[in-house]
């Protein structure tokens, strides 16, 4: 019997998804499938067996370019290929296809790991407010304080920097001291916009909200369709910003992202206000999603004396 007899047919076959799967995944999984199956005495009557070789297969798997071992991440997507078409066949069980998924799930840090320090979050800050104070031309004053707000907003509410590039004239305004954006979801799950309410007396990294926040309603044009505009007055790319925190990174010596500004916002709402108020800043639809910005604190006594300040 050649296992690879069905795998056509596999590929063809409907799912629960789409009556065919798609072009790429269809490639993978021919792909991955001939691979494995080219392997000499590969017993199909064991389901336990044929865990164990996969697994096994799969544990010394390197990067075809590069020669490196690969990412638990891409093994577990490569155990999920071969093993569906093994259930499929009825050579794996689906206890055993499990287990195999589970061995190879990836081992996540906590994403408050990524949050920067208070000391960071000042050197950020002053870093795009010098580039601020140090501009000349008007043009370059405009675009330089429209930076600065845009790090602000990030690491005051964790937006993500497809939603900052995305906000038009009227997902902004500011009334009675506060600063407030509507940026749009940016998941497949959630249509529309969200809101969130900044008070412009905060202060971030040294520098108050107002300051930031003034400065550019001051200069910025009021006729584009964009809040944050570019030359031409046309939408800022996502690229731009990316190269400017290359550029941060270079000159300060750590990480910055619009990930890493966010996962701040997230960890310092959910340890300094709760776990809750942060789901709600970062528009989380689950919990559990949340918990990934929490400091576990091991010191019970230390819980006790927070809980009752």
Not at 200 to 205: A, D, E, S, T
Not at 214 to 230: M, Q
Request: charged share 25%; net charge positive.
């Amino acid at each position: 019997m050649n296992p690879l007899d069905n795998l056509y047919a596999y590929i063809r076959k409907s799912t629960n998804k789409r009556e065919i799967m798609d072009e790429e995944t269809a490639r993978l999984t021919g792909y991955y499938v001939s691979l494995f199956f080219q392997q000499q005495n590969i017993d199909l009557t064991n389901s336990l067996a044929l865990r164990n070789r996969i697994r096994a297969y799969l544990v010394s798997k390197t990067n075809e370019h590069t020669g490196e071992l690969m990412k638990r991440s891409s093994l577990q997507l490569i155990a999920r290929i071969i093993g569906s078409y093994c259930v499929d066949g009825g050579w794996l069980s689906a206890e055993d296809y499990g287990i195999l998924c589970r061995y190879f799930k990836p081992v996540y840090s906590p994403w408050s790991e990524k949050a920067l320090s208070d000391e960071q979050v000042g050197l950020l800050v002053g870093w795009f407010n010098s580039r601020v104070e140090d501009s000349i031309l008007k043009k370059r004053y405009v675009y330089r304080s429209r930076d600065l707000l845009a790090v602000m907003i990030m690491l005051a509410v964790g937006l993500r920097i497809g939603q900052v590039t995305h906000l038009q004239q009227q997902d902004v305004e500011m009334e009675r001291g506060t600063f407030i954006v509507r940026p749009i979801f940016q998941k497949r799950s959630a249509n529309g916009k969200s809101e969130k309410v900044i008070p412009m007396n905060i202060v971030i990294g040294g520098v108050c909200f107002s300051e930031a926040a003034e400065r550019y309603e001051k200069h910025r044009l009021k006729s584009t369709e964009h809040y944050f505009y570019a030359n031409g007055k046309e939408s800022i790319s996502e690229d731009y910003y990316r190269g400017l925190f290359e550029e941060c990174e270079d000159e300060l010596g750590f990480s910055v992202s619009a990930h890493f500004l966010r996962h701040t916002a997230g960890t310092r709402t959910a340890n300094k206000v709760g776990i809750t108020a942060a789901a709600n800043l970062l528009d989380h639809q689950s919990i559990q999603t949340t918990q990934r910005y929490v400091t576990l604190v091991k010191d019970t006594s230390d819980i006790v004396s927070r809980s009752f300040q």
